[in-house]
């Protein structure tokens, strides 16, 4: 039994080798040159397809997903919120709601739609929801000012 596993191991080994040798994309061949990150870029960009990578604008969670949405257009990826954040140091950014996160330099304005409802808004034009819970920490960073009567305005930068 074991002669016939390594002669049957042998053959498939030599026979991939052979394989590979015609084929230029050759389990062989290392893509690390394609794959080396930039120091500036976060690492979840390697997780997008090429012709989606830009500048990340927001990252929202669904269930067991996240939409990663870049200036060359949107993903959706299997993975955690937490994990898809962690992944997008060094870039600055803000949990604005327990399901969305957005990057600071993403941030043009906030809109109040009634007396609870405060969206910020971002370059491409998408609202993201705020909630009470991450509003004092848009306040501590200067993006979210309390006015007198409780409306909120924009502080760019």
């Known amino acids: 039994v074991m002669l016939n596993t390594f002669v049957v191991s042998a053959g498939i080994f030599v026979l991939r080798r052979q394989i590979c040798r015609s084929e230029p994309v050759a389990y062989l061949v290392s893509h690390a040159e394609d794959e080396t990150p930039q120091p500036d870029q976060p690492r979840l960009l390697r997780r997008l397809p090429k012709e989606k990578r830009g500048r990340v604008l927001r990252i929202s969670a669904n269930d067991h997903y996240v939409e990663v ?24 950014g803000h949990c604005v709601h327990r399901s969305h996160w957005v990057t600071r330099s993403a ?29 004092p920490n848009l306040e501590e960073a200067g993006l979210v000012s309390k006015q007198p009567g409780g409306l909120a305005i924009a502080v760019k930068g």
């Open 69 to 92: 949405v870049t200036m060359a257009g949107s993903e959706v990826l299997r993975m955690r919120l937490a994990d898809a954040i962690d992944e997008m140091e060094p870039v600055e």
């Open 107 to 135: 941030i043009v304005g906030t809109e109040r739609e009634s007396a609870h409802k405060l969206f910020v808004l971002l370059c491409n034009e998408d609202r993201v929801p705020v909630s009470r819970k991450y509003r």
